[in-house]
């Protein structure tokens, strides 16, 4: 799951809420406007959708192989 998840972060480790990668799932997933996802946002809605993410990772790794 972390080789996952380094992948997904590439570029944007250190402030992973300005990914567009990231604000774009959250986007499709959560319906909130990708240019108005800022740090708050991006971490209240990775701690109340933790579960789905994490589930969302061991996809991801085994997708990627």
Same mark, same amino acid.
């Given at each position: 799951? $972390?080789?996952? $998840?380094?992948? $997904?972060?590439? #570029?944007?480790? *250190?402030?992973? =809420?300005?990914?567009?990668?990231?604000? =774009?799932?959250? @986007?499709?997933?959560?319906? *909130?406007? %990708? #240019? @108005?996802? #800022? /740090? %708050?946002? /991006?971490?209240? /809605?990775?701690? @109340?959708?933790?579960?789905?993410?994490? +589930?969302?990772? +061991?996809? %991801? @790794?085994?997708?990627? #192989?």
């Amino acid at each position: 799951m $972390l080789r996952a $998840l380094w992948k $997904l972060s590439r #570029g944007y480790r *250190l402030r992973p =809420w300005k990914s567009p990668y990231l604000r =774009w799932r959250m @986007e499709t997933y959560w319906g *909130l406007d %990708a #240019g @108005e996802i #800022g /740090f %708050a946002q /991006f971490w209240k /809605f990775s701690w @109340e959708h933790r579960a789905d993410l994490w +589930r969302y990772l +061991r996809w %991801a @790794e085994r997708k990627a #192989g």
